[in-house]
T-cell receptor, first 112, second 113 residues
Framework: NAGVTQTPKFRVLKTGQSMTLLCAQD?????MYWYRQDPGMGLRLIHY???????AKGEVPDGYNVSRLKKQNFLLGLESAAPSQTSVYFC???????????FGPGTRLLVL | KQEVTQIPAALSVPEGENLVLNCSFT??????LQWFRQDPGKGLTSLLL?????REQTSGRLNASLDKSSGRSTLYIAASQPGDSATYLC????????????FGTGTRLQVTL
């Protein structure tokens, strides 16, 4: 099993550009999450999904959109990137009956 | 609003020492608490999960305790090794939040030879 994978690993954007981060898991997990990690701050939840076709806002959802069209994939979109969105983005997933979350390796995003 | 604090932010110990990492949280109405390990440039790996009804959990050289009433958890690492060098994060899931974890900022541990 590959576990949780994230694409791309690193990306540089200019202000105003758009992009989509892809998270894929092969563990048949129902729940999936997108977090961002910034220096001096704990991981913060952006959006999450409790199943295919469902999404919900987390702590810092502004400027991001998500989609869960397939159970194994969770996409995070930035429609118009801003320097404040420079961060490391982590995806995670878990079974709905288990509390342990499994994390991907992260995507480092730099917005100039 | 739940807040999670981890002290110290960084810690350096010689190999073989036993050590304790601290985590405190402001709202005692929690569902569970988890300890994670994060290696540089990598994602998080779950180490231990303590349900609110439990007092401690053990895995190998790791022991995590939970005192919900005082809003504190500790992660005890016995006989530390250089391979234990990493950042350790704690996270709490508060009651009434279906999926949301609140993370601390972590303790960066370095175990020296």
């Amino acid at each position: 099993n590959a576990g949780v994978t994230q694409t791309p690993k690193f990306r540089v954007l200019k202000t105003g550009q758009s992009m989509t981060l892809l998270c894929a898991q092969d563990m048949n997990h129902e729940y999936m999450y997108w977090y961002r990690q910034d220096p001096g701050m704990g991981l913060r939840l952006i959006h999450y999904s409790v199943g295919e076709g469902t999404t919900a806002k987390g702590e810092v959802p502004d400027g991001y959109n998500v989609s869960r069209l397939k159970k194994q994939n969770f996409l995070l979109g930035l429609e118009s990137a801003a320097p404040s969105q420079t961060s490391v983005y982590f995806c995670a997933s878990r079974f709905w009956t288990k509390e342990t979350q499994y994390f991907g390796p992260g995507t480092r995003l730099l917005v100039l | 609003k739940q807040e999670v604090t981890q002290i110290p932010a960084a810690l350096s110990v010689p190999e073989g020492e036993n050590l304790v990492l601290n985590c405190s949280f402001t709202d005692s109405a929690i569902y569970n608490l988890q300890w994670f390990r994060q290696d540089p440039g990598k994602g998080l790996t779950s180490l231990l999960l303590i349900q609110s009804s439990q007092r401690e959990q053990t895995s190998g050289r790791l022991n995590a305790s939970l005192d919900k009433s005082s809003g504190r958890s500790t992660l005890y690492i016995a006989a530390s090794q250089p391979g234990d060098s990493a950042t350790y994060l704690c996270a709490v899931r508060s009651t009434g939040t279906a999926s949301k974890l609140t993370f601390g900022t972590g303790t960066r541990l370095q175990v020296t030879l």
